[in-house]
């Protein structure tokens, strides 16, 4: 078995990061002629390490060899950002160093849990002095048990030992787990000649599929991948934790740059504003920058992913954050970025020169109220049920969409919390149960209120239902009226009742409708215009309820007749077109002793009825209507 690991270096400048890489792979990490000329890394570089276990599994890490020098930061942020483990470069002669501080502080703001320590130039001595030194670092942070390794490229000294001790690291740690959630946060964009657009990056969350559609964030540019590799390899498949190189043909070099990110359509989209817990460590690193409190207000970086994102920030409590608190905040990003609940992010000052706080997403889409602070973000059943206590119901197929959690580990915890009473789920609804209640009580009432006030109609129109309720979601309003009609409701045309009510007219009314019925029935073919039937308002509420109740039929705005007008003058004309053929409206009105008036809708509604078909300006009987 093969298990892919993303390996990042850290550290200060010009302690040997780089020549270490080419040691333990062979594959100079340089890319840039500048690099090469200087002799410093300026970008990210890529090398592959491929090695047995302990246990005898196959290990295959991608490596991301990052700049030390602190002009060079922000491209550093972009190589750790979806790593399991840093390989933390500290040299000998120097010790640790300001960006050896701030590389540790970004590494924990992103939330990083193993580290293998390279003590480099180890062949020019003061091993046992900065060992000492590095573990007093170290101390309270993830890394403060993590092995120290002294190291010699020129030698070869502690380089089998350094492999064995990241093989060991490695097994120890859980491959990146895949919740068919596929992001690559894209770092480099380049093209080759014959074969195209080519983007990398580190793959997260879910596999990748050679010739799958793909989107391209936030500029929601849609393509297929032509083809993957990974270190060069062709592969119908890249997993979780593999570097990989997709071929974009259909896109521009241009069209993409680094901190985009590769995904399917069917995960969300974007959002240019966060709710996030901010935290500033109570470290201060060499020039003390930390020391300075985070305002209110503040302009400032967000990295994420690859991203590099100018922002505002604005805490939900007024204030500062001070060194070693946290605090819930709102992010406003002049760009959006795909993140997901429980992504990490570092936070640099507008000058971009020093790394002042870090952060987890609580909501990547910004427009709800934040999650409690204390809410676990690693237990599904508990996200489940704050962000329905939050939000008070959601569908179940947007539920947690951008979080890191399968599809099948989120209705999985909706059935937990179903069956423990917490939440209610209806069709395509989940809902909190408390919320969900309160609803289901107001609709009741106001469909009891509805059959007491308007006692005629047949319940109370599922549109003014939905106003009252003040519910938005179309699906969410349709669950509650099938919750409902589960119980002792019935659903009646556009209206919801109770199945115990029968309209009826109030006694007030009771004449009306009697004068009403005799003038339908005593020209039953040829009745009144409803214009002259309907002459006050309590005419008008008894015709209304007359044809809601199907005792009379609506052939147009101003035609009503009698139900049983209606069914005679149908079979009537059945029964002429069967004995005469083909007729037009002069001769059915004629043998109906009916009006134009009349006969033109009434021969409408029995084409749709599909009693009679129009052919020119006759009607015939369809094929299909059994005499």
């Known amino acids: 078995m093969t298990r892919h690991y993303i390996i990042a270096t850290a550290g200060h400048v010009d302690h040997g990061k780089s020549a270490l890489v080419k040691k333990l792979t062979g594959t100079d990490p340089h890319r840039l002629p500048e690099e090469k000329k200087r002799q410093i890394t300026i970008d990210l570089g890529f090398a592959a390490l491929n090695v047995t276990a302990p246990n005898g599994d196959r290990i295959h890490a991608g490596i991301v060899d990052v700049p030390g020098h602190e002009d060079f930061v922000r491209n550093m942020i972009a190589g750790v950002g979806s790593i399991d483990l840093a390989l933390f470069v500290v040299a000998a002669d120097d010790g640790w160093m300001p960006q050896s501080e701030e590389h540790?502080?970004?590494?924990?703001?992103?939330?990083?849990?193993?580290?293998?320590?390279?003590?480099?130039?180890?062949?020019?001595?003061?091993?046992?002095?900065?060992?000492?030194?590095?573990?007093?670092?170290?101390?309270?942070?993830?890394?403060?048990?993590?092995?120290?390794?002294?190291?010699?490229?020129?030698?070869?000294?502690?380089?089998?030992?350094?492999?064995?001790t990241l093989a060991t690291q490695l097994t120890r740690t859980e491959p990146q787990r895949d919740i068919r959630k596929p992001r690559l946060f894209i770092d480099r964009v380049f093209t080759l000649r014959g074969i195209g657009t080519v983007v990398t990056g580190t793959l997260t969350g879910g596999s990748l599929h050679r010739g799958q559609e793909i989107i391209v964030y936030p500029t929601n540019l849609e393509t297929r991948m032509r083809s993957i590799?990974?270190?060069?390899?062709?592969?119908?498949?890249?997993?979780?934790?593999?570097?990989?190189?997709?071929?974009?043909?259909?896109?521009?070099?241009?069209?993409?740059?680094?901190?985009?990110?590769?995904?399917?359509?069917?995960?969300?989209?974007?959002?240019?504003?966060?709710?996030?817990?901010?935290?500033?460590?109570?470290?201060?690193?060499?020039?003390?920058?930390?020391?300075?409190?985070?305002?209110?207000?503040?302009?400032?970086?967000?990295?994420?992913?690859?991203?590099?994102?100018?922002?505002?920030?604005?805490?939900r409590e007024n204030g500062t954050l001070e060194a070693g608190k946290e605090k819930i905040a709102r992010l406003k990003l002049a760009s959006p970025i795909f993140a997901f609940i429980g992504d990490r992010f570092v936070v640099r000052d507008s000058s971009?020169?020093?790394?002042?706080?870090?952060?987890?997403?609580?909501?990547?889409?910004?427009?709800?109220?934040?999650?409690?602070?204390?809410?676990?973000?690693?237990?599904?059943?508990?996200?489940?049920?704050?962000t329905l206590k939050r939000q008070g119901f959601a569908p179940r197929e947007s539920l947690l969409r951008k979080s890191r959690f399968s599809a099948n580990e989120i209705s999985q915890a909706l059935m937990n919390l179903e069956q423990s009473g917490e939440i209610i789920?209806?069709?395509?609804?989940?809902?909190?149960?408390?919320?969900?209640?309160?609803?289901?009580?107001?609709?009741?009432?106001?469909?009891?209120?509805?059959?007491?006030?308007?006692?005629?109609?047949?319940?109370?129109?599922?549109?003014?239902?939905?106003?009252?309720?003040?519910?938005?979601?179309?699906?969410?309003?349709?669950?509650?009226?099938t919750d409902l009609c589960e119980g002792d409701f019935v659903r009646k045309g556009s209206a919801i009742a109770r199945t115990s009510h029968r309209p009826t007219l109030p006694v007030h009314v009771k004449p009306v409708e009697k004068r009403i019925r005799e003038a339908l029935t005593a020209q039953l073919f040829d009745?009144?215009?409803?214009?002259?039937?309907?002459?006050?308002?309590?005419?008008?509420?008894?015709?209304?309820?007359?044809?809601?109740?199907?005792?009379?039929?609506?052939?147009?705005?101003?035609?009503?007749?009698?139900?049983?007008?209606?069914?005679?003058?149908?079979?009537?004309?059945?029964?002429?077109?069967?004995?005469?053929?083909?007729?037009?409206?002069?001769?059915?009105?004629?043998?109906?002793?009916?009006?134009?008036?009349?006969?033109?809708?009434?021969?409408?509604?029995?084409?749709?009825?599909?009693?009679?078909?129009?052919?020119?300006?006759?009607?015939?009987?369809?094929?299909?209507?059994?005499?």
């Open 425 to 481: 789920v209806c069709q395509h609804i989940a809902a909190d149960r408390e919320l969900w209640r309160k609803l289901r009580a107001q609709a009741i009432a106001l469909t009891d209120a509805a059959h007491k006030e308007t006692p005629e109609r047949a319940g109370i129109d599922l549109g003014e239902l939905r106003s009252a309720l003040r519910i938005q979601e179309p699906e969410v309003f349709e669950s509650l009226v």
């Open 229 to 315: 590799q990974s270190h060069g390899h062709e592969l119908e498949v890249a997993q979780p934790g593999m570097r990989t190189a997709i071929n974009l043909p259909d896109l521009r070099v241009d069209q993409i740059k680094r901190g985009d990110v590769v995904t399917l359509s069917d995960h969300g989209a974007p959002t240019s504003s966060l709710i996030v817990r901010v935290e500033k460590l109570s470290r201060l690193n060499g020039n003390k920058s930390g020391v300075h409190p985070l305002k209110n207000g503040s302009s400032i970086y967000v990295h994420h992913g690859a991203s590099r994102v100018a922002a505002r920030i604005r805490f």
């Open 104 to 164: 540790l502080q970004i590494l924990n703001y992103l939330g990083v849990q193993r580290a293998v320590i390279a003590l480099t130039k180890s062949d020019l001595g003061r091993i046992d002095v900065v060992t000492n030194q590095i573990r007093e670092r170290l101390t309270g942070t993830s890394f403060a048990d993590s092995p120290i390794v002294p190291t010699s490229v020129p030698t070869g000294t502690g380089i089998e030992k350094l492999v064995h």
């Open 527 to 627: 009745p009144p215009s409803r214009k002259a039937i309907e002459s006050d308002p309590l005419a008008r509420q008894v015709v209304r309820f007359l044809i809601e109740n199907g005792d009379v039929i609506e052939l147009a705005l101003d035609v009503v007749l009698l139900r049983e007008g209606f069914e005679r003058m149908k079979s009537q004309v059945a029964e002429f077109i069967s004995k005469n053929g083909p007729s037009n409206v002069s001769q059915l009105r004629q043998a109906l002793g009916s009006s134009r008036r009349v006969m033109v809708p009434l021969l409408e509604r029995l084409d749709r009825e599909r009693v009679t078909l129009r052919a020119g300006d006759k009607r015939m009987l369809c094929r299909s209507r059994k005499l």
């Open 352 to 386: 971009e020169r020093h790394t002042i706080a870090g952060g987890i997403v609580l909501d990547p889409d910004g427009d709800k109220e934040s999650l409690a602070s204390s809410v676990a973000l690693n237990n599904v059943d508990s996200l489940v049920r704050v």
